[in-house]
């Protein structure tokens, strides 16, 4: 599916290949978009996408908003990375040396008023949750396209490519050697 078709998402910048770091790629805010925006903690669905198509539909509500979001994959390449978010950096890489262009997209939905069940009472509370925003982008995709964006792994029920889980499983066991 193409991001044109989207009617409910901005653009939130470019991934862009780095040089002399760890980490293989950094990224690019748009312009147009204020650090209210970058940093504000709604719940929010990131889509990711090459050359238009979208490949990846996520969702959030990380402290620091998108930016705190994004971070977790662009820093993939050190720390201690989930698989997922290691292979789609190297994914997200190796698109940009073919050529490509990878951009990151943002929905989201306001908070709203709910009563949450606590351990003594339940109080009114305005909440923000990413998974029904989420599970809904994913059904409104497949619906339309019998499957899941490709580096949807999971959800398509489908290995990740071989080269970068090796890549991965070869990061940890480096990583824990060190220690």
Request: include cysteine.
């Amino acid at each position: 599916m193409h991001i044109n078709e989207v009617k409910t998402a901005i653009k939130v910048g470019d991934f862009v290949l780095r040089k002399g770091s760890k980490n293989k790629i950094s990224f690019q805010y748009s312009p147009n978009l204020n650090k209210k925006t970058l940093s504000d903690d709604s719940a929010r669905i990131y889509l990711i996408t090459q050359d238009g198509i979208i490949k990846k539909i996520g969702g959030s509500i990380q402290t620091g908003g998108i930016k705190g979001t994004i971070s977790f994959y662009i820093g993939a390449m050190t720390g201690s990375p989930g698989r997922p978010r290691f292979i789609v950096h190297l994914l997200i890489e190796k698109a940009l040396k073919s050529g490509s262009k990878v951009a990151l997209y943002m929905i989201t939905s306001p908070k709203t008023s709910a009563k949450v069940s606590g351990l003594f009472e339940t109080k009114k509370m305005k909440i923000a949750s990413f998974k029904e925003m989420e599970d809904l982008c994913k059904f409104d995709y497949y619906s339309k396209e019998k499957k899941y964006p490709d580096w949807n792994f999971q959800e398509n029920h489908q290995p990740y490519p071989p080269e970068l889980e090796r890549k991965f499983m070869a990061y940890h066991r480096k990583r824990l050697s060190k220690k």
